[in-house]
Every structure is written in structure tokens, then in C-alpha cells.
């Protein structure tokens, strides 16, 4: 979901979008509701009916989706793909008509925060970035992305193998490319579960209980919020990657989502602090997440497990290599015993002196024995041991794999 519409700079085309997924009249558009009143389970049906956009009933690349873990395709391309930049800066904690949100929806500070980082107030780390470059960025797959601003949905909105975890917080970034910004082209989304614990989340507390409970912002300056810190300590857990879309309307298609496997913590009182905050807003509804959407014909891809990995490669690409050493180690052996077997044969076959062909053929079948029938001189003709000719040792060259 994004959101920002009544702090929405003029002109910014996303913005317009965005509000007008809220419209009730002069639009087109009817409400969009996430459940019927006064009812706490998402309904499928009722968003259906009431999200009437093109690409939320149409589009085949639709988002939040339940994520088969077992299905996800390990890609060793992704390791290390997601690179957060993003600056502490101070928030200005808003309530929307559908949730908690941090920052605007733009690559710029408020006018808010802009007047923060002049007057110079805060650590010296988030002043000297902030004025620099905004609220930051990430690499994704080595394209640098606007961080814009992030937002929780409770319960989360992608699922693990059907399984919604307690709420979800969705980072959503832009390419940085001034061409895009103020449409809704190139978004990607970081999303970060969180899991019921019984200790609450201290990062969520700095700022949680500041959300008003209407539709508003919190007072100017009041905490300073460190996005980067809230995702670094989940990065290494590796994460899932789809196409996807918004999740509210209009639902516009092609948003890069990259899902961390590692869930965060959350304790119930803040799931039911914006639980209740929404219940508010949403005439009694307490959630806010999208039903899960068909797969259709997308993959999910994902970051290979940690034992995956082998000197640096990830993914299918080391049992390949552990196949082709079996091979080779397994070829060296056969060629081993049949050259063992070969300059025995030899040795036998030559004329010499007491030597008799049908000798060797014994002791062939004798080491055959020994290495208990697995590839060995067995597969060498027995009789052929036993015919005398000095031709013997080019007969027994090792058979060619097939
Ligand atoms: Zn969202």
C-alpha cells in the first residue's frame, strides 16, 4: 500500500493516483474497503467487489501472493542484491485512511524535515546525509532505488506457505530516475514480516505510540527514525523475490518485491495499537491486508540457503559441481582398475615362463571378487583372460562411459 495523499506535493501524478483510490464520488470509483464493516476477517469477496480498477480484477501479476518456500527457485544472483543506504531521519509519524505510514511518497524530505536538517538539529551521521541526498536509497540488483517512505499492514499481506505472520512493513523505493518520478513506474517494495513475540519491537516503540488515531500527522519533531537499522540485522537471512503489484488500488503492475525471509518481532500490544487505530478509520475493520493474489505464471526466485553455498557460488551451481567431481573422481577409478587390470592381464597373457592363460583368468575372477562386483575386471570378458596373445593387453582399454 502507499500512501502520503494529504501531505501530497502538487503534481505528482503517483500522488493523484494514489488519493484517488480513496475517492468516493467524481472519480469513477466507488470506496474500496478491505472487509465488510465491522468485520475483522478480509474478505475476499468485498475487496473484489469494491476495488474497481482495470488491473486489480484484470492483471495477472497481482500482489501480496502466498509465497511455497519449498517452490522458491534458489538464484545465486541475488545474494547480497538488496543494499539499503537509507538515513536516519526525523518522521513525522501520519495516520492515513488505512494505516501508519513514515516519510512522503517522494525521493524529497518534507519541507518538515528539510527545515530539521538546516537548523542543524539531530546526530551528525542523519544531518550531514540528509542534506546531501534526501532520505536515501537501495541497491537492488545493482540499480539504485529512491527510498520514499514505509508503512505497516496487519496482518501481513504475503504469506509463507499460507501462514500470514502479525503484520508487515512494506519500504517502497523508485529507480532513481528523475523521468520517473510522480508516476508509479519502476517501484519496488523491501517487505519485512513480523512475527508475534513476547517481547515488543524497541525500534517500533520509538515512534509507535506517536501515530494519532484519526487521519493526521503526529507534532513536528519529535523522533528521529533509522530505517537502515530497522532491515540490516534481517539482511542476511536472505529474502524472496517476485513481480508483483500494489497492493491497494490502483494496483498498477510492476513492482519489484523483494520479501526478507527473516521475520522481525513484534509483541500484541502494537499489533493492537494499529489494529485499534484502524478499526477506527475502517468502521470497525481492524486489518488492512490485501487477500493474497494467484501465482499465475510468475516464479518465485530466492536467495539460496547459506549451506547452498560453496567458495562463493550459490544455488543449484554447487551440486552440479559436487556432481561433476563425483564423475570424475568416479571415472579416475574405473580407468585405476582397469589399467590394474590391464597390465595384469598383461603380464599374464605374455609368454613366460610355467605361464598359462587360464591362470589369469582365475586371478581376474579372483580380484573381481575383491572389489566386490563393483566396476572391475569383471567386465572384462572372462574368457578373453584366458586366450593366450600378445594382443590381449590392447583388448582390455577401458569402455567408454555411456
Ligand atoms: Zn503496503
Same mark, same amino acid.
Given at each position: 500500500?502507499? /500512501?502520503?495523499? %494529504?501531505?501530497?506535493?502538487?503534481?505528482?501524478?503517483?500522488?493523484?493516483?494514489?488519493?484517488?483510490?480513496?475517492?468516493?464520488?467524481?472519480?469513477?470509483?466507488?470506496?474500496?474497503v478491505y472487509a465488510a464493516a465491522d468485520g475483522s476477517v478480509p474478505s475476499q469477496v468485498i475487496q473484489?467487489?469494491? #476495488?474497481?480498477?482495470?488491473? $486489480?480484477?484484470?492483471?495477472?501479476?497481482? +500482489?501480496?501472493?502466498?509465497?511455497?518456500?519449498?517452490?522458491?527457485?534458489?538464484?545465486?544472483?541475488?545474494?547480497?542484491?538488496?543494499? &539499503?543506504?537509507?538515513?536516519?531521519?526525523?518522521?513525522?509519524?501520519?495516520?492515513?485512511?488505512?494505516?501508519?505510514?513514515?516519510?512522503?511518497?517522494?525521493?524529497?524530505?518534507? +519541507?518538515?524535515?528539510? @527545515?530539521?536538517?538546516?537548523?542543524?538539529?539531530?546526530?551528525?551521521?542523519?544531518?550531514?546525509?540528509?542534506?546531501?541526498?534526501?532520505?536515501?536509497?537501495?541497491?537492488?540488483?545493482?540499480?539504485? /532505488?529512491?527510498?520514499?517512505?514505509?508503512? #505497516?499492514?496487519? &496482518?501481513?499481506?504475503?504469506?509463507?506457505?499460507?501462514?500470514?505472520?502479525?503484520?508487515?512493513?512494506?519500504?517502497?523505493?523508485?529507480?532513481?530516475?528523475?523521468?520517473?518520478?510522480?508516476?508509479?513506474?519502476?517501484?519496488?517494495?523491501?517487505?519485512?514480516?513480523?512475527?508475534?513475540?513476547?517481547r515488543c519491537n524497541e525500534q517500533l516503540d520509538t515512534f509507535w505510540p506517536l501515530f494519532p488515531q484519526?487521519?493526521?500527522?503526529?507534532?513536528?519533531?519529535?523522533?528521529?527514525?533509522?530505517?537502515?537499522?530497522?532491515?540490516?540485522?534481517?539482511?542476511?537471512?536472505?529474502? /524472496?523475490? /517476485?513481480l508483483g503489484s500494489l497492493t491497494t488500488p490502483p494496483c498498477t503492475p510492476g513492482v519489484s518485491w523483494?520479501?526478507?525471509?527473516?521475520?522481525?518481532?513484534? $509483541?500484541?500490544?502494537?499489533?493492537?495499537?494499529?489494529?485499534?487505530? @484502524?478499526?477506527?478509520?475502517?468502521?470497525?475493520?481492524?486489518?488492512?491486508?490485501?487477500?493474497?493474489?494467484?501465482?499465475?505464471?510468475?516464479?518465485?526466485?530466492?536467495?539460496?540457503?547459506?549451506?547452498?553455498?560453496?567458495?562463493?557460488?550459490?544455488? &543449484?551451481?554447487?551440486?552440479?559441481?559436487?556432481?561433476?567431481?563425483?564423475?570424475?573422481?568416479?571415472?579416475?577409478?574405473?580407468?585405476?582398475?582397469?589399467?590394474? $587390470?590391464? +597390465?595384469?592381464?598383461?603380464?599374464?597373457? +605374455?609368454?613366460?615362463?610355467?605361464?598359462?592363460?587360464?591362470?589369469?583368468?582365475?586371478?581376474?575372477?579372483?580380484?573381481?571378487?575383491? @572389489?566386490?562386483?563393483?566396476?572391475? $575386471?569383471?567386465?572384462?570378458? %572372462?574368457?578373453?583372460?584366458?586366450?593366450?596373445?600378445?594382443?590381449?593387453?590392447?583388448?582390455?582399454?577401458?569402455?567408454? #562411459?555411456?
Amino acid at each position: 500500500m502507499l /500512501y502520503g495523499c %494529504r501531505n501530497a506535493p502538487n503534481g505528482l501524478v503517483l500522488l493523484l493516483l494514489l488519493c484517488r483510490g480513496d475517492a468516493t464520488d467524481g472519480t469513477g470509483h466507488g470506496e474500496w474497503v478491505y472487509a465488510a464493516a465491522d468485520g475483522s476477517v478480509p474478505s475476499q469477496v468485498i475487496q473484489a467487489q469494491t #476495488w474497481d480498477y482495470k488491473d $486489480c480484477t484484470h492483471d495477472r501479476t497481482q +500482489s501480496p501472493i502466498d509465497i511455497v518456500t519449498a517452490e522458491a527457485l534458489p538464484d545465486s544472483a541475488l545474494v547480497d542484491a538488496i543494499e &539499503p543506504s537509507i538515513h536516519a531521519n526525523y518522521a513525522r509519524p501520519t495516520t492515513t485512511k488505512h494505516g501508519f505510514q513514515l516519510f512522503h511518497t517522494s525521493p524529497n524530505l518534507s +519541507s518538515h524535515e528539510r @527545515l530539521r536538517t538546516a537548523e542543524g538539529v539531530g546526530t551528525g551521521r542523519s544531518t550531514a546525509r540528509s542534506s546531501a541526498a534526501g532520505k536515501g536509497s537501495t541497491r537492488l540488483m545493482g540499480e539504485p /532505488y529512491n527510498f520514499y517512505q514505509i508503512h #505497516w499492514h496487519v &496482518p501481513s499481506e504475503n504469506t509463507f506457505d499460507g501462514q500470514h505472520a502479525a503484520m508487515e512493513a512494506h519500504l517502497v523505493h523508485q529507480i532513481a530516475e528523475p523521468e520517473y518520478v510522480g508516476s508509479n513506474s519502476h517501484l519496488a517494495v523491501v517487505a519485512v514480516l513480523y512475527e508475534l513475540g513476547a517481547r515488543c519491537n524497541e525500534q517500533l516503540d520509538t515512534f509507535w505510540p506517536l501515530f494519532p488515531q484519526e487521519v493526521a500527522s503526529a507534532a513536528p519533531n519529535v523522533t528521529m527514525v533509522d530505517v537502515q537499522a530497522m532491515i540490516e540485522r534481517l539482511l542476511p537471512g536472505g529474502f /524472496y523475490h /517476485y513481480l508483483g503489484s500494489l497492493t491497494t488500488p490502483p494496483c498498477t503492475p510492476g513492482v519489484s518485491w523483494y520479501v526478507l525471509k527473516r521475520k522481525a518481532v513484534v $509483541c500484541q500490544r502494537q499489533v493492537d495499537r494499529l489494529s485499534a487505530v @484502524l478499526a477506527i478509520l475502517q468502521r470497525g475493520v481492524g486489518v488492512n491486508n490485501r487477500a493474497t493474489q494467484p501465482l499465475h505464471q510468475r516464479r518465485v526466485t530466492m536467495t539460496p540457503p547459506n549451506d547452498a553455498c560453496v567458495g562463493g557460488f550459490c544455488g &543449484p551451481l554447487p551440486n552440479v559441481l559436487l556432481f561433476l567431481l563425483l564423475l570424475a573422481c568416479a571415472g579416475l577409478g574405473v580407468v585405476g582398475i582397469w589399467s590394474r $587390470c590391464g +597390465s595384469k592381464l598383461a603380464a599374464h597373457a +605374455s609368454p613366460a615362463p610355467g605361464g598359462h592363460g587360464h591362470v589369469a583368468g582365475t586371478e581376474m575372477h579372483e580380484q573381481h571378487q575383491r @572389489l566386490g562386483g563393483v566396476v572391475s $575386471c569383471s567386465e572384462l570378458p %572372462r574368457g578373453a583372460a584366458a586366450r593366450s596373445g600378445s594382443s590381449l593387453g590392447s583388448q582390455m582399454q577401458p569402455a567408454p #562411459w555411456s
